[in-house]
């Protein structure tokens, strides 16, 4: 076939410049299964060898095309894996993969696909029987035509712990008590700053529980524009709360954690100026009225004087059971397109407590932690419609603010 010219390409369809992607994705992978059976021949014939050019073939493969030894050993490995090898008394040892020999010369798996096969198949338990191996070599196959490397990776993983449940018998550095360290730093203005070292159990952990909240969370309008260390940031803050509201989280002094907040009433009800946090002139009024919704926060109301007006007791905290019942209504957060379980949601007064709004049902509804920053610092309300939330966007998404509800959480039921 001749070469492509971009003069010929850009004459062609685009349904056509996919097909022609496609196949020259399937010519690269056979010729690369040619050259792995070219290498193999190159090593059963010894012939960097006789020659007395080469200690090794892949160090033919490296002078030959100018490759990294990394990869020109890679390369060798495959073939072996793929082609077999030779014995020092030239008997032929039949490939160890001959499944995924056959896949790629079909052109349905890439190079990476044979290297990520290839590592599981051979880093399999040594208590593997023959048949396990030809077993998870046709799995791992499958997937392959299907998925990533990095997927097949992780399957294979999981073939080698269910062949091995018990793994490798630890090792002496294994018993002793993991190391983990966490240095935390309070700054002036009452931000935290800190870093962390982190064992692999405890960091699998972390990064486990983070996952599901870090990905972008785009609206209908407009994308998510956090950079990736914010959506970490938020995410982490999010597990915070979660672990907050646990029952069994440790108290401190015979109390369940709790956030004191100083502040004025008329600033309170404004939303306008700055609240005393544990000792931090660090929140705006607004920010107060948002963390009031649904955490154990005991606000101190200051008058014009700084007099004590009233001591919040944490009573506003929606209870047991209206929580259960806001889950059995919203099943997650009520806001339009979002689709993250109620377990990570907060519960918000859709009429502020501090204007008289009571904590019940039908003054509550549950957002998440994205979400509920959104409806106290943009236009967007929110406000309940037979028994049911829905929201009124701001006009510069919707000239006409036509009101919307989440139906995500309503269709898996």
């Excluded at 963390?291 to 007006?309: H, T």
Aim: hydrophobic share 35%; glycine share 6%; charged share 25%.
């Amino acid at each position: 076939m001749a070469p492509l010219t971009p003069v010929h390409v850009s004459s062609l369809s685009d349904t056509a410049v996919l097909d022609a992607l496609r196949e020259a994705e399937i010519r690269r992978r056979q010729l690369y299964r040619d050259e792995l059976v070219l290498v193999a021949e190159i090593e059963a014939r010894g012939i960097t060898t006789s020659r007395g050019i080469h200690i090794e073939t892949s160090a033919l493969l490296r002078d030959m095309f100018n490759l990294s030894s990394p990869e020109a050993q890679r390369m060798v490995a495959h073939a072996e894996a793929l082609c077999g090898t030779v014995t020092p008394t030239g008997a032929r040892i039949d490939p160890q993969l001959p499944v995924v020999a056959d896949a790629l010369a079909d052109g349905m798996i890439s190079p990476g696909h044979v290297e990520a096969i290839r590592k599981a198949v051979t880093g399999l338990p040594d208590t593997a029987s023959p048949e396990d191996r030809a077993i998870a070599e046709k799995i791992l196959c499958e997937a392959a035509i299907t998925s990533e490397p990095s997927h097949v990776k992780r399957l294979g993983d999981e073939i080698a712990l269910r062949l091995d449940p018990d793994g490798d018998e630890p090792k002496d550095k294994d018993l002793l008590r993991p190391q983990r360290r966490l240095d935390v730093q309070e700054t002036r203005d009452g931000r935290v700053l800190g870093r962390f070292d982190l064992d692999t159990e405890t960091g699998a952990l972390l990064t486990t529980l983070l996952s599901p909240h870090t990905a972008p969370q785009p609206t209908e309008d407009e994308p998510d524009r956090r950079s990736r260390s914010e959506r970490y940031g938020d995410a982490f803050r999010d597990i915070l709360t979660l672990a907050a509201q646990c029952e069994s989280t440790p108290s401190e002094a015979g109390e369940p954690a709790t956030l004191m907040v100083s502040i004025t009433l008329e600033e309170l009800k404004s939303g306008i100026g700055h609240g005393l946090v544990d000792g931090y002139w660090n929140l705006s009024a607004a920010q107060i009225r948002r963390i009031a919704c649904d955490a154990a926060v005991v606000p101190v109301v200051l008058g014009s004087k700084s007099e004590i007006l009233d001591i919040g007791r944490a009573t506003r905290v929606v209870p047991r059971a209206i929580r259960r019942a806001l889950i059995r209504r919203d099943r997650g957060c009520s806001f339009p397109g979002c689709a993250k379980k109620a377990k990570w949601c907060a519960a918000h007064h859709i009429l502020e407590w501090y204007f008289g709004g009571p904590t019940a049902l039908e003054n509550l509804t549950l957002v998440c932690h994205y979400h509920h920053r959104v409806l106290h610092h943009s236009e967007w309300k929110v406000r309940m419609m037979q028994g049911f939330p829905e929201y009124i966007p701001p006009s510069y998404v919707d000239p006409e603010r036509r009101p919307r509800r989440n139906t995500l959480h309503s269709m898996r039921t």
